[in-house]
């Protein structure tokens, strides 16, 4: 069932990450946390290209933006499903 909604979710929750608003990109990336291990899961493009987003918006941000720990936060349980769930299907 989650892959079946992540289908859904993901490419709202990119745009999302992609939006100009730092708060809107603060939300996707909060929405982003609970399926952290079955975005890892998946693997291959999907992970990198979240991966991604929310480095370069790491990159671009000032650290004292208050949306900076949720960036922080949502790389922070991907690595850590990538790291320490490894290779476990989570749906």
Same mark, same amino acid.
């Given at each position: /069932?989650?892959?079946?909604? *992540?289908?859904? +979710?993901?490419?709202?929750?990119?745009?999302? %990450?992609? =939006?100009? @608003? #730092?708060?809107?990109?603060?939300?996707?990336?909060?929405?982003?946390?609970?399926?952290?291990?079955?975005?890892?899961? /998946?693997?291959?493009?999907? *992970?990198?290209? +979240?991966?991604?987003?929310?480095?370069?918006? %790491?990159? =671009?941000? @000032? #650290?004292?933006?208050?949306?900076?720990?949720?960036?922080?936060?949502?790389?922070?349980?991907?690595?850590?499903?990538?790291?320490?769930?490894?290779?476990?299907?989570?749906?």
């Amino acid at each position: /069932m989650l892959p079946d909604l *992540l289908g859904c +979710i993901l490419p709202a929750c990119k745009a999302g %990450l992609e =939006d100009p @608003d #730092d708060d809107v990109r603060a939300v996707a990336a909060d929405a982003l946390i609970p399926t952290s291990a079955a975005i890892v899961s /998946m693997k291959g493009r999907t *992970l990198h290209s +979240i991966v991604m987003l929310l480095w370069d918006i %790491l990159l =671009d941000l @000032d #650290d004292l933006s208050p949306s900076t720990s949720r960036y922080i936060y949502t790389l922070g349980d991907l690595a850590f499903a990538f790291f320490f769930l490894g290779d476990k299907q989570y749906y």
